[in-house]
């Protein structure tokens, strides 16, 4: 019998065979790794980029996904060369106190610092709050930032507490020109920035003080005002632990705000803390954000931690 046909045939079968198959794989692989590979090295990049950005102590984890970053972390370079971290207009207004209807109450600590003077940093004050799982709102000094950019960095990644803006050196608004005010508010908002990873979204006038160009230009920088209405005193040194916690514990209402300093200068401010964070919750108070106690999230890094 003649094989020849049949193995010409058989030959024919696997060349064919043989063919696809290469074939095949080519495309597989062709259209798996062509497209991966530009993809990886732009998010490599991004990646190292966005981990320069921040301050040395991230931890991988605590950094946002990279893909969601892409476009916000482009943004924000772009406004941080112009100095400035700039958010929608907003109307004038002024918060002395959040809504009376629900037992919340916000500490809120400010960490001032002004020209030719070095502010501190009470440490006992994040433990405290930390240890007694305590949310708190941080007014943070531009200036302060600067000179305390290990500080600055922990208060805006630890989930309990809201970043805001007290004015790059405490100069009181009520004595300088509307283009100093904005840009006390704007060094501010970008030295926060920069160091805690936040934007804020509310300010604090320095001592309190302000005017109607003042409440313009706050408004015109797309931040709100936040005032108070319990004053522990803590700036004074006469004024002892037992005077403030019995000013919190009388005078803290529903939707109280309440002012203490962590800049050093509340001089019994870690001792009377514990207290009245036991006192408030005692009256049946949940302490809160502000940014909570008005009733919004905004402002938060790690709203859910
Ligand atoms: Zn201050």
Redesign the pocket.
Known sequence: MNKRPFIFILSVVLAIGCFIGVGLTYMVSGSDSVPRLPQQTARESEALRVTREMPPLVAESEIEPVVEQEETAVAVDEIAVAGEVILPPVLPGLVEHGPREAPLVALTF?L?ERDRDRAGFDERIVRILQEKDAKATFFMGGKWAETHPDAAHMLGFEGLFEMAN?SYT?KLFTDISGDEMKSQVLKAQDSIRRHTGVTPRYFRY??GAYNDAALQVVADCGLVPIQWDVVTGDPDPNVKATAMIRVAKERARNGSIVIMHANGRGWHTAEALPVIIDELRAKGFELVTVSELLGEKRGIVKADS
């Open positions: 400010d001032c007290h405490h320095p001592a």
